[in-house]
């Protein structure tokens, strides 16, 4: 810690609990250049780990969900998969991360079936869990600008290969080509088989947060920093309680969502309305980023102190998908980590 600045040292020891965060976008860049050798998958431009994530040309998230794709194909075994989760894991542990809920996408991951992503994941999680103590649950996400019947057939295998681990399910990929409204049955159909619903809501418009709530029937939303565009919506959520798992960096950079401008106002205007914002690094090795940086931006660009941080970790305590009991376990290591701040 010695090498930190004050603020990296902060935002470094402060408590974290991951609500939002992607396997495939949590790749190293090596790892991911490693395995595209071995399968002979060729990267964009001949990049190199040092280019891979180029993070800049990520202004336009459909480029971005062409390299998440080609990175996510080079995943293909139960040893990949392990691999992977393992180190995704552990650096996140090495930024003070108790607690992950990590979306897995299987459309990314065109030469692996859901069972082998499974069983790999699992397995790195319960390595990084002994060697780092970190806990991971797993959200499959649905591809939402594939079809419905698509989507049906992700949460049947979820069902059919349930592991207590699996916890919930996700809606991602891009918002505007895959609006919410259709995927109403299949969210209903979770929920009646157990499974706890969430979905991303990056680009709007936010008439499409109350289809969330109340046609999928969604308990948190993923980015929506439109929200506060609408002041009915906005009171809404805020009386609510509903949790945002919002991602500063990532959004700052992918100028689909967040402010655009490096201030990260949205994130404030949302604070101070009182919605229950979470804070989270999203695909932190493909925009540049890590756990610690994103609690580090906002110290910086909006004087958040350690109250303000620990808060947001609250937040995701509160919003997370635990019984009371594993809360409680929880609640404590934050408790704990919390009174050694400065």
């Not at 971005?64 to 794709?69: G, T």
């Not at 090795?285 to 994103?294: E, K, R, V």
Request: hydrophobic residues 40%.
């Amino acid at each position: 810690m010695s090498d930190l600045t004050a603020a990296e040292s902060l935002a470094r020891s402060i408590p974290k609990i991951s609500l939002h965060c992607h396997f495939t976008g949590s790749v190293d860049a090596r790892t991911a250049v490693e395995l595209a050798r071995r399968y002979g998958v060729a990267l964009p431009d001949d990049r190199g780990a040092d280019t891979l994530y180029d993070h800049p040309s990520y202004e336009d998230l459909g480029r971005f969900l062409e390299v998440y794709d080609i990175v996510g194909s080079c995943i293909r075994t139960v040893d990949d998969f392990r691999r992977v989760s393992y180190e995704v894991l552990m650096e996140a542990a090495r930024h003070t991360v108790l607690y992950r809920e990590m979306f897995v996408s299987p459309a990314s991951h065109a030469f692996a079936d859901y069972p082998t992503m499974l069983e790999g994941i699992l397995l790195g999680a319960a390595d990084a869990e002994a060697d780092s103590g970190i806990v991971c649950r797993i959200i499959p996400a649905i591809h939402r600008e594939h079809s419905v019947a698509e989507a049906r057939e992700l949460v049947e295998l979820v069902v059919e290969h349930r592991r207590d681990e699996v916890i919930g399910i996700g809606l991602d990929y891009e918002e505007a080509a895959g609006p919410p409204h259709p995927f109403a049955e299949v969210f209903q159909f979770a929920k009646r088989k157990g499974l706890h619903r969430t979905a991303h809501s990056e680009s709007g418009p936010p008439a499409h947060i109350p289809v969330l709530l109340d046609a999928l029937g969604c308990e948190r939303i993923d980015h929506g920093y439109h929200v506060i565009q609408d002041q009915r919506i906005l009171e809404r959520v805020v009386a609510e309680r509903v949790p945002f798992t919002c991602t500063p960096v990532s959004s700052d950079i992918g100028r689909y969502s967040g402010s655009g401008d490096g201030t990260h106002e949205t994130i404030r205007a949302m604070v101070d309305a009182g919605v229950a914002v979470t804070i989270d690094s999203d695909d932190p090795p493909m925009f540049g980023t890590d756990a610690t940086n994103d609690f580090r931006v906002l110290h910086e660009t909006l004087g958040y102190g350690a109250d303000q941080l620990l808060r947001f970790t609250r937040t995701a305590l509160e919003a997370a998908w635990l019984d009371a009991g594993d809360r409680a376990a929880l609640g404590r290591r934050v408790d704990a980590l919390a009174a050694r701040l400065p």
